[in-house]
């Protein structure tokens, strides 16, 4: 929504979203919006971590009379799937393949460049993951010299 439209409110959120909002500790939704018109650099739109969505599935992969719809919190995509909290509580991976739609309900956090948060996870991750990595190496070669040049 642009900055000048009447914001989303709580009492516009489905049912099944509200609960998510107060599990997260209801966040101020009108500082989350997008922002689609004005300068370039002010924009801000796209899918975030923890944004509340709802996925339309193709009727043709699915049982008979099984909803179509998936509601709940995104947790993560990659190039192949979409990974989400459903409504129920259970953890889902859909395949991209498959989806017809996805609405974007709510955002729960800030712009990925904004969230401060997100950041800092994302650097520690970084740096755990490099540990992970130099260590696998030596248990691999049995050795711990990797990090002197020959």
């Known amino acids: 929504m642009s900055g000048g439209e009447s ?7 489905p049912e099944w979203a509200t609960k998510f909002h107060q599990e997260y500790g209801e966040p101020e939704l009108s500082e989350l919006q997008d922002i ?3 300068p370039l650099i002010g924009r801000k739109s796209g ?7 709802e996925i339309l599935l193709d009727s043709r992969v699915l049982p008979n009379n099984t909803e179509p719809y998936i509601r709940g919190m995104l947790v993560g995509t990659s190039r192949n799937v979409i990974e989400i909290w459903d409504e129920n509580g259970d953890f889902r991976s859909i395949a ?5 739609q996805l609405r974007l309900i709510t955002h ?3 712009p990925y460049i904004e969230d401060k948060e997100l ?17 696998a190496e030596r248990q691999v070669d049995g050795r711990d ?4 040049w020959d």
Do not use: A, P
């Open 7 to 13: 914001e989303r409110d709580i009492g516009n959120l």
């Open 36 to 38: 689609f018109l004005g």
């Open 47 to 53: 899918l975030r971590k923890d944004d509340l969505i």
């Open 96 to 100: 991209r393949d498959v989806i017809v």
């Open 108 to 110: 729960l956090r800030k």
């Open 119 to 135: 950041l800092t996870f994302e650097k520690e991750e970084i740096r755990r993951r490099s540990n992970l990595h130099e260590e």
């Open 145 to 148: 010299d990797n990090h002197v």
